[in-house]
């Protein structure tokens, strides 16, 4: 404000200058060439003037030991340089400069301070990166999938001043903003297993979906953004369609997909417009017919059946239920198609279709109670008679995190415990052969490990792995062929098909990006 104050009292000065010296001669043109001659210098030495004046310059401001520079270009005062660096004088401080003082080019500012003080800083927290495999590239091929960002956090520095000496007594860290992983994807070759298959396999690994029939080899993966984040991924009943859900980045939710045909690449894949899902199952026996489980407004269970010539769905019948409380959610139907199973993080239940009753098999505390996301119990439908088997938390003194397999007989009312202290993650599933075995996974010391059993829990043997010692970090889930004759399981990131009898297993994946699967005939 200054200097423009000065440049218009230099230009209003030269044009009274020529003013008073040209009033009485406006025939004299070598006074109105004087006169516009004295007004362009005037101008010219403004413009120097300004020129000189915004000129960038560096002043450092030194509080106690630490030093830091700051870049001005225009006037500014020690007041302003105390303000920009977010420095409040106190009582006791001494300040080599008075607040008011001009500051210069090379300036050195010092701030002596006596007793306790907290000086706050936010500093950048370096993102790291991470290389995933993925099967949809060129082995060796690198293609970055998310930029890396870095995060903030507030660093505070306490100072001590005593007898003219500062002394540093402690730094506390906050993190206000996480760093995001930069994340690049590098192509690697499948395993070179040709392996036959009987039915139609799906399988979800880093987001994309593929399918697999006939061969090992005959696969393919669907043509989507690599968005199906696995909240539902179901054949159905006969494998020829896929449903599974996708993320909307907009609204932050998911929404319900429909694959026409897995054995055509080409396929339609199509939204079904149904939002805000935490389940959908297809019903056994009745065609093109599901059940949809939403959250939007409020918990909504709906019977649906899907018009293939248009990828839309009609509702025949909608219910409410008392789920609200509890969003995360697992759904599975009864072979019969008649009861609807459900699990949370505190409850283990079923739903009469037909006439609305909801029975409570079993409750129990949230082993994580302020993350109901953090888990749910694993559950699984047997063939006539109507059985269910599940992994339930089973506390004891001195087991407090204990979980068993229990086997629920619905007819009778009757709960019993087949294997104890299999770990949370433990999966049980039927098989569908007739003398109905049981497929199980536990965590031994060495890892988790896959049994097979008699349904009553008798001739309990290890099918995978097949070495003693052999590592096995986690196995995700697991599906029975329709003979009961192989199992295909999601080992450490990635498949493999299991031979029950005799153990064989191939690798049909390499990617370690597997997170669901399933297998119809």
């Known amino acids: 404000m200054q200097q423009t104050t000065t440049i218009s009292g230099w230009l209003g000065l030269l044009c009274r200058i020529i003013i008073i010296n040209c009033t009485r001669k406006w025939a004299n043109q070598s006074c109105i060439f004087t006169g516009f001659s004295i007004l362009l210098l005037g101008l010219l030495s403004a413009c120097a003037d300004v020129n000189q004046t915004t000129k960038p310059y560096i002043v450092v401001l030194q509080v106690a030991e630490v030093e830091r520079a700051y870049r001005f270009s225009e006037p500014r005062t020690v007041a302003d340089l105390l303000s920009e660096a977010d420095v409040a004088l106190r009582e006791d401080d001494f300040l080599s400069h008075p607040l008011e003082?001009?500051?210069?080019?090379?300036?050195?500012?010092?701030?002596?301070?006596?007793?306790?003080?907290?000086?706050?800083?936010?500093?950048?927290?370096?993102?790291?990166?991470?290389?995933?495999?993925?099967?949809?590239?060129?082995?060796?091929?690198?293609?970055?999938?998310?930029?890396?960002?870095?995060?903030?956090?507030n660093v505070c520095t306490s100072y001590q001043n005593e007898g003219g000496t500062t002394q540093v007594t402690g730094i506390e860290r906050e993190v206000l903003l996480p760093p995001t992983q930069e994340v690049y994807f590098v192509g690697v070759a499948p395993p070179q297993t040709r392996v036959t298959i009987d039915g139609t396999i799906a399988y979800l690994s880093h987001g994309t979906i593929w399918i697999m029939s006939q061969s090992s080899e005959n696969r393919f993966p669907l043509a989507l953004p690599g968005d199906a984040d696995g909240v539902v991924f179901q054949l159905s009943p006969t494998g020829e369609s896929l449903l599974f859900t996708r993320q909307r980045e907009v609204q932050e939710t998911n929404e319900l997909w429909w694959l026409a045909s897995t054995a055509d690449s080409a396929a339609p894949a199509l939204p079904l417009s149904v939002t805000h899902v935490r389940g959908a199952v297809w019903h056994p026996s009745e065609a093109r017919v599901m059940f949809t489980y939403t959250l939007e407004e409020q918990p909504t269970l709906r019977r649906q059946r899907l018009d293939p010539g248009t990828g839309t769905l009609q509702a025949i019948e909608t219910s409410q239920t008392h789920w609200a409380a509890n969003p995360m959610i697992q759904l599975q139907l009864s072979h019969d198609g008649q009861t609807i199973a459900y699990s949370n993080h505190q409850e283990l239940g079923m739903l009469d279709l037909a006439s609305g009753d909801r029975q409570t098999l079993a409750s129990f505390s949230p082993p994580h109670p302020g993350d109901p996301s953090a888990w749910l119990p694993h559950f699984s439908w047997s063939a006539e008679p109507k059985m269910l088997i599940a992994t339930l938390p089973n506390p004891t003194e001195s087991q407090a995190n204990r979980f068993d397999l229990s086997v629920f007989l619905l007819e009778g009312a009757l709960r019993a415990t087949l294997f104890e202290d299999v770990g949370s993650e433990a999966i049980a599933k039927y098989s569908p052969r007739s003398h109905a075995m049981i497929g199980f996974t536990t965590h031994t010391e060495e890892g988790h490990a896959l049994f097979i059993a008699d349904r009553d829990g008798s001739n309990q043997r290890g099918v995978f792995p097949r070495s003693a010692g052999t590592a096995t970090q986690q196995i995700a889930d697991f599906a029975w062929s329709a003979d009961g004759q192989q199992i295909l399981a999601i080992v450490d990131g990635n498949l493999w098909l299991i031979e029950v009898d005799s153990g064989q297993a191939w690798q049909l994946s390499a990617d370690g990006g597997v997170t669901a699967l399933d297998w119809a005939p």
């Open 101 to 153: 003082a001009p500051l210069a080019d090379g300036m050195h500012v010092t701030l002596q301070r006596s007793g306790h003080w907290l000086e706050c800083q936010q500093q950048a927290i370096p993102f790291s990166e991470v290389r995933i495999a993925n099967e949809l590239l060129t082995p060796g091929e690198i293609q970055l999938s998310r930029a890396g960002i870095e995060g903030i956090e």
